[in-house]
């Protein structure tokens, strides 16, 4: 099957019963049955279409669809179940945006092989799906859902995000966590930085914290990701501010070899499982990507080296992890806690009273914690 070059690797399958191919970077999965579906078709029969599984392959107008997607949005909300504690309270959120993500999927679209949306006030698509599905010889369907955010993506690679502490943009790329809470930014900013030959930036993303890096003096730094599309970000990051040379982009798992002075991570914050690609950079299943780094910084620090690990307290406030459970992963892992500065959220989030976990996030604390071994 042909595999496309984009900036996300695309679940792909042939649609049942016919040869157009099914493409989600998302991870979504292609329904088993479909029907077509235009204008015509009112909300209601279309949200118990899809609440059967059944795939509704648009044929209408694109804002019509857009309207739709809301529609069937609303009538998907459910009341927040009654929940004996904030952790159960959180897990149950998360299932819920699960089951609306997978059902919402189901709005789909064809693309043809140029990456033209041939429906009625379709907006030029091309660039942004030529970004992340790659080039195509052959239409293929994409959930419309999932194509609205590649349009948004296109965006914000197009025009960039601006990160006050670095004083210049940062381009995102579709699927990699964009910067745009500057808190974790700024805490990097602002620590006491010796002086740093050699750093590693563990979990790179758009390669934000590597560029500060290299701007606040550091030689040489290592910007290390598991994700392919992440790195390629990274790399047009680093292009784009100058830095080739002074950054290297590496797809690795966590680190790369050797050691060095100070090594930066700011891992996903919520010990919870992801339940779509684009998910990964916010949620940590058991924690497994902060335990293992803390178990291995010992072995890639120089001596005299620190770690820093940027970390919120969200999990705490929601149940989900206690700060005992972090000093003692901190502790076992044959490391110390030099120092901490602490930073509020300035997200909107944060002073919205609507939002369910709002008690937790109006108390969030953002820490970048200085680790260094025990001596001794």
Same mark, same amino acid.
């Given at each position: 099957?042909?595999?496309?070059?984009?900036?996300? =690797? @695309?679940? &792909?399958?042939?649609?049942?019963?016919?040869?157009?191919?099914?493409? #989600?970077?998302?991870?979504?999965?292609?329904? *088993?049955?479909?029907?077509?579906?235009?204008?015509? !078709? #009112?909300?209601?029969?279309?949200?118990?279409?899809?609440?059967?599984?059944?795939?509704?392959?648009? &044929?209408?107008?694109?804002? &019509?669809?857009?309207?739709?997607?809301?529609?069937?949005?609303?009538?998907? &909300?459910?009341?927040?179940?009654?929940?004996?504690?904030?952790?159960? %309270?959180?897990?149950?959120?998360?299932?819920?945006?699960?089951?609306?993500?997978?059902?919402?999927?189901?709005?789909? $679209?064809?693309?043809? #092989?140029?990456?033209?949306?041939?429906?009625?006030?379709?907006?030029?698509?091309?660039?942004? @799906?030529?970004?992340?599905?790659?080039?195509?010889?052959?239409?293929?369907?994409?959930?419309?859902?999932?194509?609205?955010?590649?349009?948004?993506?296109?965006?914000?690679?197009?025009?960039?995000?601006?990160?006050? %502490?670095?004083?210049?943009?940062?381009?995102?790329? /579709?699927?990699?966590?964009?910067?745009?809470?500057?808190?974790?930014?700024?805490?990097?900013?602002?620590?006491?930085?010796?002086?740093?030959?050699?750093?590693?930036?563990?979990?790179?993303?758009?390669? $934000?914290?590597?560029?500060?890096?290299?701007?606040?003096? *550091?030689?040489?730094?290592? =910007?290390?990701?598991?994700?392919?599309?992440?790195?390629? @970000?990274?790399?047009?990051? *680093?292009?784009?501010?100058?830095?080739?040379?002074?950054?290297?982009?590496?797809?690795?798992?966590?680190?790369?070899?050797?050691?060095?002075?100070?090594?930066? @991570?700011?891992?996903?914050?919520?010990?919870?499982?992801?339940?779509?690609?684009?998910?990964?950079?916010? /949620?940590?299943?058991?924690?497994? !990507?902060?335990?293992?780094?803390?178990?291995?910084?010992?072995?890639?620090?120089?001596?005299?080296?620190?770690?820093?690990?940027?970390?919120?307290?969200?999990?705490?406030?929601?149940?989900?992890?206690?700060?005992?459970?972090?000093?003692?992963? *901190?502790?076992?892992?044959?490391?110390?806690?030099?120092?901490?500065?602490?930073?509020?959220?300035?997200?909107?989030?944060? =002073?919205?009273?609507?939002?369910?976990?709002?008690?937790?996030?109006?108390?969030?604390?953002? #820490?970048?914690?200085?680790?260094?071994?025990?001596?001794?």
């Amino acid at each position: 099957m042909h595999l496309p070059e984009g900036d996300a =690797a @695309c679940a &792909q399958q042939v649609m049942p019963g016919n040869a157009l191919r099914w493409f #989600s970077a998302n991870g979504a999965e292609p329904p *088993v049955r479909f029907v077509h579906a235009d204008d015509r !078709m #009112s909300a209601n029969r279309a949200y118990r279409l899809v609440s059967r599984g059944t795939g509704l392959l648009w &044929q209408g107008d694109f804002h &019509q669809a857009r309207q739709l997607l809301s529609a069937l949005s609303r009538r998907l &909300q459910r009341p927040q179940k009654r929940t004996s504690s904030a952790a159960e %309270a959180f897990l149950h959120h998360r299932q819920e945006q699960s089951r609306r993500a997978r059902v919402l999927s189901l709005v789909m $679209v064809r693309i043809e #092989s140029d990456h033209a949306l041939e429906l009625r006030r379709a907006p030029d698509v091309g660039p942004a @799906c030529r970004d992340v599905y790659g080039e195509v010889d052959a239409p293929y369907v994409v959930p419309l859902r999932e194509l609205l955010g590649v349009i948004s993506a296109g965006e914000w690679r197009r025009k960039g995000v601006a990160v006050p %502490a670095l004083g210049a943009h940062i381009h995102p790329h /579709y699927g990699v966590f964009a910067p745009t809470r500057n808190e974790y930014v700024d805490l990097v900013a602002d620590a006491p930085l010796p002086q740093v030959r050699t750093a590693f930036d563990i979990g790179t993303g758009t390669g $934000v914290l590597a560029a500060l890096l290299a701007r606040r003096g *550091v030689a040489r730094v290592v =910007a290390t990701d598991s994700s392919a599309r992440a790195i390629r @970000c990274a790399e047009d990051n *680093v292009r784009r501010l100058g830095l080739t040379g002074r950054i290297e982009p590496v797809e690795a798992d966590l680190f790369p070899p050797g050691r060095a002075q100070l090594v930066v @991570c700011n891992p996903p914050w919520l010990p919870a499982q992801p339940h779509s690609s684009l998910d990964h950079a916010v /949620y940590d299943p058991e924690s497994r !990507m902060l335990l293992d780094f803390l178990d291995r910084l010992p072995d890639h620090l120089q001596p005299g080296g620190e770690g820093w690990l940027i970390l919120s307290d969200l999990a705490e406030r929601l149940g989900l992890r206690t700060r005992a459970e972090l000093l003692d992963a *901190v502790h076992r892992a044959g490391l110390r806690v030099v120092a901490r500065s602490d930073t509020e959220p300035r997200h909107p989030k944060a =002073a919205a009273p609507g939002d369910p976990f709002h008690a937790a996030r109006a108390g969030e604390v953002i #820490s970048l914690w200085r680790l260094a071994p025990i001596e001794g």
